[in-house]
């Protein structure tokens, strides 16, 4: 039996194992909290399916172990973007929710902001608190500067960071966690410092990604001078960079 062979068998295995429980419902809240595992999960079945495809030996079982992780890793679409009324807590939690998804945050510190975003985002009136707290005991919020459950500043003015540490905009500057800049002006540069432009960044992170993970963040990214969009196109190209190391 070929090296090869023996890798996607050894890989593959256990996926199907998890694949064959599909009968189990799993509640919105256990999907929350294993969804950094269900994103590893995700990224390894794209692994074997893509040295499988290179073998000749693609069948419908990966495809389909591959539709159903990886649309599970995908944050719930009503998180992505806050409503017209939201408030300024909601906004600045969701905007904190996304780069700690970027940024390599683990999974207890994204669950911790997911639950102060969600509860604020149920509000449409400003709490007057001045400071909240997370359950670990980390300050969340004292005044207008915000820090992340590990206490990483996460917004200071109108300067945003990711739990790293490292700045993810500055101005009208957007960088990758690895400290790479991502948007200079109007230009746009891959995760590993090449210089490139909008629409071949898009371009490649989906040749990467596949076409349906890329469908519904692509709705998201209408130009290039928007907020929103310029946050879809970071989480795009990083998730593409990740999913190849």
């Known amino acids: 039996m070929k090296p090869v062979i023996r890798l996607v068998i050894s890989i593959l295995f256990p996926l199907l194992l998890l694949g064959a429980k599909s009968d189990i419902v799993v509640s919105q809240e256990l999907i929350a909290d294993r969804r950094s595992n269900i994103t590893d999960i995700c990224r390894k079945i794209r692994e074997v399916r893509r040295l499988a495809i290179g073998e000749r030996l693609d069948n419908r079982d990966l495809a389909t ?146 076409r349906n993970e890329c469908a519904d963040r692509l709705l998201e990214v209408r130009n290039t001078n928007d907020f929103w969009s310029e946050l879809a196109t970071i989480e795009l190209s990083w998730q593409a960079y990740t999913s190849q190391k």
């Open 65 to 210: 172990l591959e539709e159903r992780y990886c649309a599970a890793a995908q944050p719930p679409t009503n998180n992505i973007v806050p409503p017209p009324n939201a408030t300024q807590d909601c906004i600045d939690l969701t905007i904190m929710m996304r780069l700690a998804r970027i940024g390599g945050g683990d999974s207890n510190l994204i669950n911790l902001v997911d639950s102060q975003q969600l509860i604020a985002c149920q509000f449409t009136t400003e709490s007057d608190k001045s400071s909240i707290s997370y359950p670990n005991g980390q300050t969340a919020k004292f005044g207008s500067t915000w820090n992340y459950p590990n206490g990483q500043t996460a917004k200071f003015g109108s300067t945003w960071n990711y739990p790293n540490g490292q700045t993810a905009k500055f101005g009208s500057t957007w960088n990758y966690p690895n400290g790479q800049t991502a948007k200079f002006g109007s230009t746009w540069n891959y995760p590993n410092g090449n210089f490139g432009d909008f629409k071949s960044l898009l371009a490649w992170a989906c040749s990467i990604l596949g």
